[in-house]
């Protein structure tokens, strides 16, 4: 059995990774790391589809359904609301056990949805004063409870906690009929630089090898003023249907594909050496993501994530023309997934550039940029582009 260490309560790496990390960054910085991500940054951030709306107007309507919203210092389509809290949560004898996922939501003021429960004891009649607990017993909230025990059963999909004290607060942005127009999009502010990182220009082939939901892609559409080719990818049909229903809600032309991407080349023999750009945002350890209620993570996870990762870095190599552009983003701090993917992008062929943005940190390269949750108040983050020589 691998030993644990837990940096903060519920933050854990065994020994091997901890062993890692402390060659990059000191007990004191992984300490602080592990801190913040246990909060939400103090800011959420929405990116404007300038398609439709510019930041300045998003923001007058905003305020005017009584949010607080205010314009990112340096990129000009990203607003923001401030995240409330921490507060106390009221504790309550009755309880009902949240999935971490759905306690991670409720944690941030969501309500509790049906497919969200562990476990609801019984007792509890509909009108309770509940807690929503995680597995691991944070209280994350409390609310009342909108269904009794009794009649609670596996299948259910509506609200079984209605939240009115969580210990963050973020404002409600799915409610509004802006939303439905298409007029903002939830993404963080790094992830909104990627697509800034990718410049699209009109006519340019791209494609975005891990889409789904698409917040990337469309970002990028967004930028091109539908005047890119885009091919979005991701592995199954639920998740292509995310990338197709937010591109139709924002208005966004994108061409969206079921394919394993590590195979890409084989599948969609068109595409070889025939791509201006490549996106490559793919599945990481999310050590960046924030907030987490607890995590474990080993060595091990994060040698395989990189190991999957290099896969589509490969297969991008191939699709695109020479002279394209490979924007390579995770949201997660450990180099191997970062800078030593850019390395071995480079034992490919590939030439990193810098990443020219005023966000974020320069990267141990010096050329990729990174975030880092205890320095920039966002995720984790890191950005890196490639160049396919000529
Ligand atoms: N770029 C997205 C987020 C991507 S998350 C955005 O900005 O909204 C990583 C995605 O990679 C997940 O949706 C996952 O389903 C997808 N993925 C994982 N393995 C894949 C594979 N082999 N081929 C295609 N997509 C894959």
Redesign the pocket.
């Known amino acids: 059995m691998a030993r644990f260490i837990e940096l903060v309560e519920g933050i854990e790496f065994d020994e091997d990774l901890y062993r890692y990390l402390v060659q990059y960054f000191s007990d004191s910085e992984l300490d602080s790391m592990a801190r913040a991500i246990k909060r939400p940054p103090s800011r959420y951030y929405i990116r404007v589809n300038t398609i439709k709306v510019d930041s300045a107007s998003l923001i007058r309507i905003l305020e005017a359904r009584g949010f607080r919203a205010y314009p990112d210092e340096a990129l000009e389509e990203a607003v923001w609301l401030p995240i409330e809290g921490p507060f106390r949560v009221e504790s309550s004898p009755k309880y009902v056990v949240a999935d971490k996922h759905a306690s991670e939501s409720v944690y941030l003021g969501a309500n509790l949805y049906g497919p969200g429960v562990l476990y609801m004891p019984p007792g509890i009649s509909r009108g309770d004063v509940v807690n929503v607990v995680s597995p691991r017993g944070d209280v994350v909230a409390s609310g009342i409870a909108m269904v009794d025990s009794g009649s609670f059963k596996r299948g259910f999909r509506g609200v079984v906690v209605e939240v009115k004290e969580s210990v963050y607060r973020l404002p409600k942005l799915r409610e509004l009929p802006e939303y439905g127009f298409g007029l903002f999009y939830e993404q963080s502010q790094p ?1 909104q630089w990627v697509g800034r990182v990718v410049e699209p220009r009109e006519g340019e082939v791209i494609v ?10 469309t970002h990028v559409a967004q930028l091109s003023g539908n005047r890119a080719v885009i091919h979005a ?4 049909w639920p ?1 292509v249907a995310q990338v197709e229903f937010n591109a139709a809600r924002l208005g966004v032309r994108v061409n969206a594909h079921v ?4 195979y890409l080349d084989v599948d969609y023999p068109g595409l070889v050496g025939s791509v201006d750009k490549v996106l490559i ?3 990481c350890s999310d050590m960046g993501v924030r907030p987490k209620l607890y995590y474990r993570l080993t060595m091990g996870d994060v040698v395989n994530y990189a190991e ?1 990762q290099r896969q589509f870095i490969k297969v991008a190599y191939r699709l695109l023309k020479p002279g394209g552009a490979l924007v390579y983003s995770t949201c997660t701090i450990p180099p191997m997934e970062d800078e030593d993917n850019v390395k071995y992008a480079e034992s490919l062929g590939f030439k990193a550039v810098e990443v020219k943005i005023p966000a974020g940190l320069p990267a141990l390269d010096g050329l990729s940029r990174r975030f880092h949750p205890h320095i920039h108040d966002s995720p984790g983050f890191f950005i890196a582009k490639l160049i396919k020589p000529k």
């Open positions: 992830a975005d090898m891990c889409a789904a939901p698409g917040g990337k892609a990818f991701d592995r199954s998740k394919a394993d991407s590590r945002d793919p599945p999957y």
